[in-house]
């Protein structure tokens, strides 16, 4: 064997130090990259079934205001948002509607005398089902998938 062919003390010790700094890098670097990453790639369905409450609790023909809160997490902000929802009891149907006005988005509320949800924004008015009744609402209240199982009552809030 020639000089040029051996490898000296020198460069055995580099590339062993090499190759162990490396594997030591990836053990340590991978799972920090992974943290850091992972927000960014989970997806959320932004559905839930929400439980309201035992169906005596709801009076028939009556509109009852049930609100909920719901955590939303984007990367590593976290935001509770709060939401409003009208439950009607005829019988054995339950109907749910937003108690958000599809003009500028503003709080309806019930109003038993004049029978309607009365928008304080622009004076709009929906009727008992969510149609509008007057004032400038494009559209009638967003509706929201609901039922009764076991003797209560759940909505399907799906984020849009």
């Known amino acids: 064997m020639s000089d040029s062919d051996s490898v000296g003390r020198r460069q055995f010790v580099l590339a062993v130090t090499t190759f162990l700094g490396s594997i030591m890098g990836a053990v340590i670097g991978l799972p920090a990259i992974g943290y850091m990453l992972s927000p960014a790639l989970k ?3 932004g559905e839930a079934k929400i439980e309201v409450g035992p ?3 709801f009076q028939d023909g009556v509109p009852t205001l049930f609100t909920f809160t ?3 997490v984007n990367g590593w ?4 948002n709060s939401y409003g929802v009208y439950v009607l009891r005829e019988g054995d149907k339950v109907t ?5 006005c599809t003009h500028l988005s503003c709080r309806v509320k019930w109003n038993d005398e004049k029978s309607a949800y009365l928008c304080p924004c622009h004076d709009a008015a929906f009727e008992k089902d969510g149609a509008v009744r007057s004032g400038p609402p494009p559209k009638e209240l967003d509706h929201l998938e609901a039922s009764i ?3 209560k009552i ?6 849009a």
């Open 43 to 45: 997806s959320s369905t």
């Open 55 to 57: 169906v005596e609790n």
């Open 70 to 72: 719901r955590t939303k």
């Open 77 to 80: 902000e976290k935001t509770v």
């Open 96 to 100: 749910a509607l937003s108690n958000r």
């Open 149 to 151: 199982e076991e003797g």
């Open 154 to 159: 759940f909505i399907l809030y799906k984020e």
